[in-house]
């Protein structure tokens, strides 16, 4: 058993549990393996163990390590949960299955132009600066109602969720259930939060979707 299969049996093992002591289905928690630093061959001892879902921050480190994975894995599923720049946003829609961190008006109308030429439209989800942190990328509480109907009436994105990183030094708790509440108030099925030190809390919290990295794959490079 390779050192990431072992990670991956540990992590989906603390999942499950998290999630049975809230009372919710494992299955309904996607495990996001990001895999950001680190080479092709060790996305492939995950791939090797069946697992299928990847997440990278950066377009250009994506471009350069899984257009040959999805050729030899058609079912893999790859998120994009980094800062988007407008200029990179045809790379995105062409290589992502999901985008994970729409947050500006610009952003979401160059996404539906390209996704318009594309005739490919992979899931959004808005992430939300929970911390109101000025350094931090996100639609910021006060103003998502109005954004999420931008993005839906306006711009037609295929929005499904909510996603949030909270601010190192705050309580996550917190800010995961203040993302629920957001993503209820707005009828929306996912909620993508909790990383490697808190993402059994986000389970309990409701998560759909947790980004797990350093827990998987070691330290950053």
Known sequence: MSEGATHLAEVK????????????????VTLVAVSKTH?????????????RVFGENRVQEAQGKF???????????????????????????????????????????TLAKEMARAGKRPDCFIQVNTGEEPQKAGVLPT?????????RDTHKLPVVGLMCIPPLEEEPALHFALLAKMAARHGLPNISMGMSADYE?????????????????????
Do not use: M, W
């Open 201 to 221: 809390t986000a389970v309990r919290l409701g998560a759909t979707h947790v980004r797990v990295g350093s827990a998987l794959f070691g330290q950053r490079h």
């Open 67 to 109: 257009p040959p994975l999805k050729t030899e894995y058609p079912d893999l599923q790859l998120h994009l949960i980094g800062p988007l720049q407008t200029n990179k946003a045809r790379e995105a829609v062409a290589l992502f299955d999901v985008i994970q961190s729409v947050d500006r008006e610009k952003l979401a109308a």
């Open 13 to 28: 093992g603390r999942i499950e549990q998290a999630a049975r002591a809230a009372g919710r289905d494992p299955a309904a």
């Open 39 to 51: 080479g092709a061959e060790r996305v492939r001892e995950l791939l090797a163990a069946g697992h």
């Open 143 to 151: 103003e998502l109602d109005s954004f999420v109907t931008a993005c």
